[in-house]
């Protein structure tokens, strides 16, 4: 089985401001991580994915993230936020082999940029 | 998202009423999944089918039934509600599984059950 942690629940900052969001996670066997991110009252869009290779992993709108294997944290990171990032942004990972794709979430974090 | 259309967008029901959330995908994958979002729980899989005519039980199956009615189409209902499932339901979709690839989410159903 596997667990997420977003130990933030709301990250307030300036914008232009540099930001990480916290994702640790528990597993016993090999994962995919995922950051996802939710905009008001829609579906969670793709923001990256580690798979494999390159621990630092470059996504859209300039977030990347960095996979640490032995402190089992998948942290994101933009070095300078705007205003239209604000939404919501939830981890996830998702097992190598079996089990279907399914995806466990982190239970969020809330990115509030303000002006 | 043009890709996964979840019908209806908001839905008020009353204690004990049934009623069906409808998810279809014109991307072709194989593989779908229903989600519910609660606040301060992130996303929960409630029911996933890997194939056509597979269905199996995530983390919070109680209470609801799927049907995979073609590779289009995947279904959640809920026989008697309860304001306990009053949230908001995802589908997502995967192309196959045993991919790296993520999955992809419609715009949600908002439910509330009085």
């Known amino acids: 089985a596997q667990s997420v942690t977003q130990l933030d629940s709301q990250v307030p900052v300036f914008e232009e401001a540099p930001v990480e969001l916290r994702c640790n996670y528990s597993?016993?066997?090999?994962?995919?991580l995922f950051w996802y991110v939710q905009y008001p009252n829609q579906g969670l869009q793709l923001l990256l994915k580690y798979l494999s290779g390159s621990t630092l992993v470059k996504g859209i709108n300039g977030f990347e993230a960095e996979f640490n294997k032995s402190q089992t944290s998948f942290h994101l990171r933009k070095p300078s936020v705007h205003i239209s990032d604000t939404a919501e942004y939830f981890c996830a990972v998702s097992p190598f082999t079996g089990g279907g794709n399914k995806l466990t979430f982190g239970t969020g974090t809330q990115l509030k940029v303000e002006l | 998202n043009a890709g996964v259309t979840q019908t209806p967008k908001f839905q008020v029901l009353k204690t004990g009423q049934s009623m069906t959330l409808q998810c279809a995908q014109d991307?072709?994958?194989?593989?779908m999944y229903w989600y519910r979002q609660d606040p301060g729980m992130g996303l929960r899989l409630i029911y996933y089918s890997a194939s056509e005519g597979t269905t199996d039980k995530g983390e919070v199956p109680n209470g609801y039934n799927v049907s995979r009615l073609n590779k289009r189409e995947f279904s959640l209902r809920l026989e008697s509600a309860a304001p306990s499932q009053t949230s908001v339901y995802f589908c997502a979709t995967l192309f196959s599984r045993g991919t790296n690839q993520p999955q992809h989410f419609g715009d949600g159903t908002r439910l509330s059950i009085l």
């Open positions: 597993s016993s066997v090999s994962v995919y």
């Open positions: 991307m072709n994958h194989n593989s």
